[in-house]
């Protein structure tokens, strides 16, 4: 749009404008203010429109009057014309109907907002605080650079403000161009105690983005098509260019096919390739064609931890100006970063898209919960079980669309991997952020992990010039929090969580007894309604000809996984040592368990080595599979084909132990109905153990090659032993020589041959790489509103729908709608692949969403599994099938669902697929953040019931049609507003619209991000 256009300093004014302003005396013009101009809101009743919104509008009409065709032209010879005042460049005089229109709103625009003018061309030149610019000295002379001190704003406010909201007053400051970013926003914030309690909306621009590949390739997939809609829109393609530093990290791609086995990383490795090599070749081909973006190959670690220990930047130093790193991306637990004192999140990937294009992402200025720590851990007492405890008290404390801040004098015992692990799980409470503020333990990981001692200087001097270090050692001012939760650290005790939940703890002492009651309960998070008199059933089975047994609760998958734990060295030196003391009294795993250690960067190999541990791992079978997410994102692979009988043919309840983040049903793998995400070292008990239905503190775990019986204790290390092996094994080096060779890639990544070309060369064959339907027949002119009348219910859900439900990421079932279309388009099934790794192509994506085969849909009335019944008919369908079919009959669907729906990972899909299956709507209880986001970034309104109310309080069934009474103009819809929805049966509720701020409402009107993005570049180009 215009106010896109004439924000940007390089960019030209439009004719129209461009002739006014210079027509306008400097004299006349209002004076660059020193301070930021104070402004009403909305109370003056002219538009529910926010005045940034209306401004954009006005600037919009400026420019239609220059895209008329001018009078001796007809309209498709039309040609720009140079400008020759006094003479418009399309022929208006400077007096004619036209310009005069043009200077009347002008002038309006003084009236209603005089600071605005900023918009058509000098205030949005320079920064509102250019004032409180300050050069930062460097101790032994000279400067590190220049820096906007807050401090200098001698505003006492400050001192009381979380260090996570200090990071977004930074950034409005320094981004504050009175368009984009504005003085009032910058107040808001200042303003915090009294502002945040009123959800008012701010925008954040992030220092950087960062993509993992299954969600990086719809990403860049996302961006070449949208340079394929600028060249159809006759604008310049090369404007779809990432503005801000982008980081790729290739890490969700390899399963675990081969395990227990000295090749196993090569072999996996091999078969990650030759699956993947079109998507890599994309990858490949995005991160040269695409400007400021870094591809991290294949093989290199898995990305969070790779951000934690290269990629974090702490203190960004860019040209010489000084700010601190923040960053966006499309993973959930991004968050990770928040444990070395960076801002981060997880968004879904059109926002990560529209942030790289320089667009400000607006956000609701968050609450933030004090949560202070005391004491210490005990003996026995790991990082694991510490976040396992705080992902509960959080999960109760209701912390949806917070920050929480970690203070108190426990910070001191929790290493930086201690506090990466329970920032990495904000997430599974619920949180946008976990936020540790920089301390001097921050600085000496920063040191271990091979940052230079310049760098590091640097960063403790900004950060404690602009008041966003803490030193533990010095008296703490107290800051205010919006609610505040304590834990004394000695407290936590030995834990894991499931079967079915990250926030459902089990102290390891009850889990026999959780297990039991899991047995016994009806079906549902807690519970498996197995009979009493199955419960005791032997599942006899042979594997390689050795006669073997399974019964429920034994465990079949045991892995140590994912960058939680994979990052943090007393855990997985803790593991080792669990398999030393194990191998040496003699104990094994049964040979039919599918163990694996997949760790997050080499800088865990080359501890492991140092320590003379791994060996012990290997013994055990815990062999190194690969540099990645593997087990913790359902890349699991296959079991053994006489296991996986056994269990299907049995209904056995088979169990899988992780050291991951997220264990939902169905994630993890088909036939492991109970999933517990434990610290590595208890993985490594539980698969001695063999099962979950054992007390640890009375009975054994097995029996000594003497005779002897084991139990827990004789095998589990004190924290002494773990401290001394990290002390002596992890070293700096190790982390430079790494990462020094982490973009050199390997042979086959370097063996890939790309084009250079700025376009994709689209492949109509592909069944990877697709060029999606977003922008056809897209033209200039904003859809507006689109109106739901007599919707079908395509899907009525219950509570905590999550995105592995809507948008699988594992493996592709043979009898499904995805499988369908691969064989039909000549893929053998054993290269389907996952649907992870097909997110580049819209057909397969369309097809698997809904696709989850433990999905409990209620209009099929207890049956368990990827259906529907289509309404009209009657008919029991794959869920893709039933939406083509109401798409064919010209009928609109909505989804109703309970609460948290699309809870778990940040999956563009999971809000993608239901557009393109035709969903307009979707009613629930509660959203999860990311999710409801994703959901209005593609044109889909998300509505909540009222509280106490649900589709069951309201006795709708699903078979009746919905009309959602929305406004069909956007400027009558308000955030938050509430709206009626009716259905044929003369029901009456009302719901409230989740868009939660204007800027959603303009991404709505548009048809979703991504064409507003477009239109607005469009606008600018021209």
């Known amino acids: 749009m215009a106010g896109v256009l004439l924000a940007r300093s390089s960019s030209p004014l439009s004719a129209s404008a461009a002739y006014l302003l210079s027509s306008i005396s400097p004299s006349s013009r209002p004076p660059l203010p020193s301070k930021p101009v104070p402004r009403s809101h909305l109370s003056d009743g002219r538009s529910p429109i926010s005045h940034r919104a209306l401004v954009r509008s006005y600037a919009a009409v400026a420019d239609r009057f220059d895209d008329q065709p001018p009078r001796t032209l007809s309209a498709p010879t039309r040609r720009r014309r140079p400008l020759r005042a006094p003479v418009l460049h399309h022929g208006y005089p400077p007096h004619s109907p036209v310009a005069t229109g043009v200077l009347i709103l002008i002038l309006f625009l003084f009236w209603v907002r005089p600071d605005h003018l900023g918009v058509f061309g000098w205030v949005a030149t320079r920064n509102s605080y250019e004032s409180i610019l300050t050069t930062l000295r460097q101790p032994g002379g000279g400067d590190f650079g220049k820096y906007y001190s807050l401090p200098a704003l001698t505003d006492p406010r400050i001192e009381r403000l979380p260090y996570s909201i200090r990071i977004l007053l930074e950034s409005a400051i320094r981004n504050c161009d009175e368009f984009q970013v504005t003085g009032k926003d910058v107040e808001k914030i200042l303003d915090w105690e009294n502002t945040a309690p009123k959800q008012v909306e701010i925008p954040f621009k992030p220092a950087r983005v960062l993509l993992q590949d299954f969600t990086g390739v719809p990403a860049v997939v996302d961006l070449a098509c949208m340079r394929d809609a600028m060249k159809k829109l006759g604008s310049d393609p090369n404007k779809i260019n990432p503005l801000v530093p982008v980081d790729l990290v290739i890490d969700h791609s390899v399963q675990v096919d081969v395990a227990r086995s000295e090749n196993a990383l090569q072999a996996n490795m091999e078969l990650e390739f030759r699956r993947n090599k079109e998507r890599f070749g994309f990858l490949k081909w995005g991160s040269s064609a695409f400007h400021n973006m870094l ?581 029991k369908l794959s869920v893709f099938d039933a939406a083509m079919r109401y798409k064919d009959e010209g009928h609109d669907t909505i989804i109703l669902a309970g609460a948290e729906y699309g809870s778990g990972s940040s999956r563009d899909w999971a809000a993608k697929g239901p557009m393109l299956q035709g969903v307009k709507a979707v009613i629930a209880k509660s959203f999860e953040r990311i999710h409801r986001s994703n959901l209005v970034g593609m044109g889909i309104v998300p509505l909540c019931f009222k509280p106490g109310e649900d589709a069951d309080t309201l006795c709708l069934t699903g078979h009746e049609r919905y009309t959602i009474n929305l406004p069909s103009n956007v400027s009558d819809i308000k955030p938050g507003q509430d709206v009626t929805v009716m259905t044929d049966t003369g029901k009456l509720f009302t719901c409230t619209v989740r868009f939660d701020t204007e800027v959603e409402l303009a991404y709505y009107s548009h048809g979703g991000i991504l064409p507003y993005v477009v239109r607005s570049l469009v606008d600018a180009n021209n």
């Open 295 to 875: 591809g991290v190959p294949p093989g290199s670690g898995i990305v969070h931890q790779v951000n934690l220990e290269y990629l974090g930047r702490v203190v960004f130093n860019s040209g010489g100006m000084l700010y601190p790193d923040s960053v966006v991306g499309t993973d959930s637990h991004t968050t990770m970063i928040d444990g070395l004192g960076v801002a981060g999140w997880g968004v879904g990937g059109i926002e990560a898209e529209a942030a790289m294009l320089g667009q400000p992402m607006s956000m609701v200025l968050p609450g933030v919960v004090g949560f202070k720590l005391t004491g210490k851990l005990r003996n026995g007492v790991t990082a694991t079980d510490l976040v396992l405890t705080v992902t509960q008290m959080l999960r109760k404390h209701g912390v949806v669309g917070k920050f929480v801040e970690f203070y108190g004098e426990g910070m001191s015992e929790l290493s930086l991997a201690d506090r990466a692990t329970i920032a990495n799980m904000s997430p599974e409470y619920g949180a946008t952020m976990g936020f540790f503020p920089v301390d001097h333990v921050t600085l000496q990981y920063l040191k271990l992990t091979g940052r230079s001692d310049d760098t590091v200087a640097m960063i403790e001097s900004y950060l404690l010039a602009n008041k966003m270090f803490v030193d533990y050692s010095q008296p703490q001012t107290e800051r205010v929090y919006s609610s505040y939760l304590e834990l004394n650290l000695g407290d936590v005790e030995p834990c894991v969580s499931g079967p079915k939940r990250p926030h459902d703890r089990v102290p390891l002492k009850e889990m026999k007894a959780d297990w039991q009651s899991c047995l016994d309960n009806k079906v549902g998070f807690k519970g498996f309604a197995v009979t009493k008199e199955s419960q005791d059933k032997i599942a006899e089975f042979s594997f390689h000809g050795t006669p073997a047994q399974i019964k429920h609760g034994d465990v079949v998958i045991a892995a140590i996984t994912s960058c939680t734990n994979t990052s943090n060295p007393s855990v997985m030196l803790g593991a080792a040592l669990v398999a030393k003391k194990a191998c040496e009294l003699g104990i094994e795993v049964k040979p039919w368990i599918k163990t694996s250690l997949a760790p997050g960067s080499g800088v865990v190999t080359k501890y492991l080595e140092k320590s003379g541990l791994q060996k012990y791992l290997n013994q055990l079978g815990f062999n190194i599979v690969g540099y990645g997410c593997t087990t913790c994102i359902g890349n699991s692979g296959d079991l053994d084909e006489a296991v996986s009988a056994a269990i299907s043919e049995n209904d056995i309840v088979a169990a899988a132990v992780l050291s991951g983040n997220r264990n939902f049903e169905g994630r993890v793998h088909p036939l492991t109905r109970a999933n517990y995400l434990a610290s590595p070292p208890l993985v490594v008990a539980y698969s001695l153990a063999g099962m979950v239905d054992i007390d640890f503190e009375k009975e054994p775990i097995g029996t000594s090659k003497d005779g002897k019986k084991v139990y827990f204790k004789d095998i589990w290390p004190s924290n002494e032993e773990i401290a001394n092996v990290v002390q002596s094994s992890v070293l700096p080096d190790m982390f430079k020589n790494t990462y020094e060779a982490i973009t050199k890639g390997n042979p086959m990544w370097n063996q890939l041959s790309v084009p250079s070309s700025t376009l994709y060369a689209w492949d109509p064959k592909s069944t990877y790489i697709h060029e999606p339907p977003y922008f056809k027949d897209m033209t200039m002119s904003p859809p507006g509103p689109y109106p739901v009348k007599d919707a079908y219910c395509l899907l009525n859900f219950g509570d905590s729908i999550t995105t592995d439900h809507i948008s699988p990421a594992g493996s592709i079932h043979k009898d499904s709608p995805a499988a369908k279309y691969l064989t039909e388009h000549g893929v053998d099934p054993k290269d389907f692949n996952s649907y992870g790794s097909r997110r580049g192509n819209d057909e397969v994506m369309a097809r698997g969403t809904f696709a989850n085969i433990r999905l409990v849909n209620k209009l099929l009335k207890g049956e368990v599994g990827p259906k529907t019944i289509h309404i009209p008919s009657g008919e």
